[in-house]
Nanobody, 125 residues
Framework: QVQLVESGGGLVQAGDSLRLSCGASGLPFSNYAMGWFRQAPGKEREFVAAINWDGARTNYADSLKGRFTIARDNAKNTVYLQMNSLDPEDTAAYYC??????????????????WGQGTQVTVSS
């Protein structure tokens, strides 16, 4: 049974940083591309970042480049999302996702097979 478990969310102030983690089990992690998405209340789920199987290639939503960094540790079956200079507009539930493949360019939710339960990030002004 595949499980993705996110952690690291919380309530922070504008300008703060957070690092989200997503631990994976039940799948050959190094054979999977990983992604982060977010969803704010009343909005559609949107792409944040993706990373290929070995971490050598990454892909980001244009609006988040320079503030967010995705990384992975295949020895720990974990993908991370470092978020800096957080803004209230970043408030959302953040989800990690997995799909078989070696590419970093999967940016649509329907391209991912497995999803975590999400972790809430709230940024106060």
């Amino acid at each position: 049974q595949v499980q993705l478990v996110e952690s690291g969310g919380g309530l922070v102030q504008a300008g703060d940083s957070l690092r989200l983690s997503c631990g994976a089990s039940g799948l050959p992690f190094s054979n999977y591309a990983m992604g982060w998405f977010r969803q704010a209340p009343g909005k559609e789920r949107e792409f944040v970042a993706a990373i290929n199987w070995d971490g050598a290639r990454t892909n980001y939503a244009d609006s988040l480049k320079g503030r967010f960094t995705i990384a992975r540790d295949n020895a720990k079956n974990t993908v991370y999302l470092q978020m800096n200079s957080l803004d209230p507009e970043d408030t959302a539930a953040y989800y990690c996702a997995a799909r078989a493949g070696y590419y970093s360019g999967y940016a649509a939710p329907n391209q991912y097979k497995y999803w975590g339960q999400g972790t809430q990030v709230t940024v106060s002004s």
